[in-house]
Every structure is written in structure tokens, then in C-alpha cells.
T-cell receptor, first 117, second 115 residues
Framework: GAGVSQSPSNKVTEKGKDVELRCDPI?????LYWYRQSLGQGLEFLIY????????KSGLPSDRFSAERTGGSVSTLTIQRTQQEDSAVYLC???????????????FGPGTRLTVT | AQSVTQLGSHVSVSEGALVLLRCNYS??????LFWYVQYPNQGLQLLLK??????LVKGINGFEAEFKKSETSFHLTKPSAHMSDAAEYFC?????????????FGAGTRLFVKA
């Protein structure tokens, strides 16, 4: 079946512009995660959606970042007034509902490479 | 809150030598632990996971990891490195949170394999 898809694959934008990054999780997966991977850095957690629960936004670096998930499926990460330090690869991952208390692995998309000039 | 520390941002080994990538975690509840690998220009994929069954977990490509509660560690090993193992490796810990599992990743360790 289809994996996690993200669009666009590359985005170049000017400083101060808003950008929207899209993630299509694997069908039926209830959990969706956004991460940021900067050059030479590890994975930085941004936000986590689980079913209909309120999202965990504890990783969002500033109020310029927001995300929503419509209908429990597609998610959009929005960065307002982009800054050069926002340049990174933005990764989305999804995971099925866990059985009992054992988590499933995350399935990652290919990422969106954002460059702010 | 959970956290993960990977010791060494870069590790270099010779082909055929032992690979040891270190991971220590912090978790307020029994943890679920993962190792993911990211090959050059590819996405992340799961190597192995620990979910409270056997403490020694075997993964793909000859990798294994041992959960040691007393040391809060989950180090990744492979007896004999291959050139194709050159990649970035991420340790991750999951905790049950708001009806699901929140996962935190370590900063990653880049493995170099010398001929």
C-alpha cells in the first residue's frame, strides 16, 4: 500500500513569507507526528496528533508554527513569517493505533526540504 | 517527560569491526525503545524495537540492542561492520501520552565505515 507522502518535496521561500507543508499519512493510522531535521542536527519533535485528542504542541519552537489535522487524516504544518533559521527538512510520520500498551513503529515520509532565503 | 541521549555524534569503525552505538534514556514509566536508521538521501526506517518482552532485541541487517534497566541504556551493536552500514542512527523512546504514544528521538549518531 501507499506510504506516508509529503508535499512539496522542496520549497524555497523568501524570508517573511508564509509556507504550508502537507502530510498524507498511511490510511487508517491514527497517530501523526511532525519533526524538523536541521543540517547536522537530529530530529526535533514539533507536534503530535493522536486520534481526536487535543494535539501535543509542546515541541513547536514559536507561535509562528502551527499545525492542523483535518478529519483525522491529512495534516498541514504552517510556518508564518518564515525566518532563515526555519530552513530544514520537515518530516512527517504516522503510526497505527496501538494494541494495548505497546506502541507501533512510526512510518516516515520523504520529507519537505524548506529553504528560506 | 522522556528524553534520549546518544553518546557520540560521529562514530568511525573499520570494516569487519564491532559497531557500538550508545543510547541512554530517561522515562518516568517503563519505556518503549526504538532504533531507526537513515541511509544517505533516504527516509528513516525502523531497525528494531523493545516493547518489554525479551531484553535482547534483534533487528534487521544483523543489528541488535540490549535493554538494561539498571543502566537506563539501549545500546545498538553489530559484530562486524559492513560498508553498507554507513548511515545515521537514531535512538527513540516512547511513552503513553494523551491516549497514544509520544516519541522523542535522540540527536543521532553518524556511523562511518572505513575500508
Amino acid at each position: 500500500g501507499a506510504g506516508v507522502s509529503q508535499s512539496p518535496s522542496n520549497k524555497v521561500t523568501e524570508k517573511g513569507k508564509d509556507v504550508e507543508l502537507r502530510c498524507d499519512p498511511i490510511s487508517g493510522h491514527t497517530a501523526l507526528y511532525w519533526y524538523r531535521q536541521s543540517l547536522g542536527q537530529g530530529l526535533e519533535f514539533l507536534i503530535y496528533f493522536q486520534g481526536n485528542s487535543a494535539p501535543d504542541k509542546s515541541g513547536l519552537p514559536s507561535d509562528r508554527f502551527s499545525a492542523e489535522r483535518t478529519g483525522g487524516s491529512v495534516s498541514t504544518l504552517t510556518i508564518q513569517r518564515t525566518q532563515q533559521e526555519d530552513s530544514a527538512v520537515y518530516l512527517c510520520a504516522s503510526s497505527p493505533r496501538s494494541q494495548g500498551l505497546s506502541p507501533y513503529e512510526q512510518y516516515f515520509g520523504p520529507g519537505t526540504r524548506l529553504t528560506v532565503t | 517527560a522522556q528524553s534520549v541521549t546518544q553518546l557520540g555524534s560521529h562514530v568511525s569503525v573499520s570494516e569487519g569491526a564491532l559497531v557500538l552505538l550508545r543510547c541512554n534514556y530517561s522515562s518516568s514509566v517503563p519505556p518503549y525503545l526504538f532504533w531507526y536508521v537513515q541511509y544517505p538521501n533516504q527516509g528513516l526506517q525502523l531497525l528494531l524495537k523493545y516493547t518489554s518482552a525479551a531484553t535482547l532485541v534483534k533487528g534487521i541487517n544483523g543489528f541488535e540492542a540490549e535493554f538494561k534497566k539498571s543502566e537506563t541504556s539501549f545500546h545498538l551493536t553489530k559484530p562486524s561492520a559492513h560498508m553498507s552500514d554507513a548511515a545515521e542512527y537514531f535512538c527513540a523512546v516512547s511513552e503513553f501520552n494523551t491516549g497514544g504514544f509520544k516519541t522523542i528521538f535522540g540527536a543521532g549518531t553518524r556511523l562511518f565505515v572505513k575500508a
